[in-house]
């Protein structure tokens, strides 16, 4: 049964770099599409990016287009979320997430991210 464990966020100013890091245990992590997502006070989870097994496709939310970079290493079995331009829309508990075959399997604890103005 896969696992996954957020790492990496914290307090940033407006304009600045935050890079956020989901390790997976227990699972076939080449085999999965892992994807972003966060949610903020009050509102509704939202799909950020994600990235296909291997690598060769990723997605991205409009509202982060051009300024988060969603990357992945198999061989250490950990995504990355490199975010720049952080706005305070930006704000957000952010969640890894492994699927398969778009079947969701496993969801991270989350990680907080809080862009001051």
């Known amino acids: 049964q896969v696992r996954v464990a957020e790492s990496g966020g914290g307090l940033v100013q407006a304009g600045g770099s935050l890079s956020l890091s989901c390790t997976a245990s227990g699972g076939a992590f080449n085999l999965y599409t892992m994807g972003w997502f966060r949610q903020a006070p009050g509102k509704e989870r939202e799909s950020v990016a994600s990235?296909?097994?291997?690598?060769?496709?990723?997605f991205y939310a409009e509202s982060v287009k051009g300024r988060f970079i969603i990357s992945r290493d198999n061989a250490n079995n950990t995504v990355y979320l490199h975010m720049n331009s952080l706005k305070p829309e930006d704000t957000a508990v952010y969640y890894c997430?492994?699927?398969?075959?778009?079947?969701?399997?496993?969801w991270g604890q989350g990680t907080q991210v809080t862009v001051s103005s």
């Open positions: 997430r492994a699927s398969l075959n778009n079947f969701p399997l496993s």
């Open positions: 990235i296909s097994r291997n690598g060769d496709s990723t």
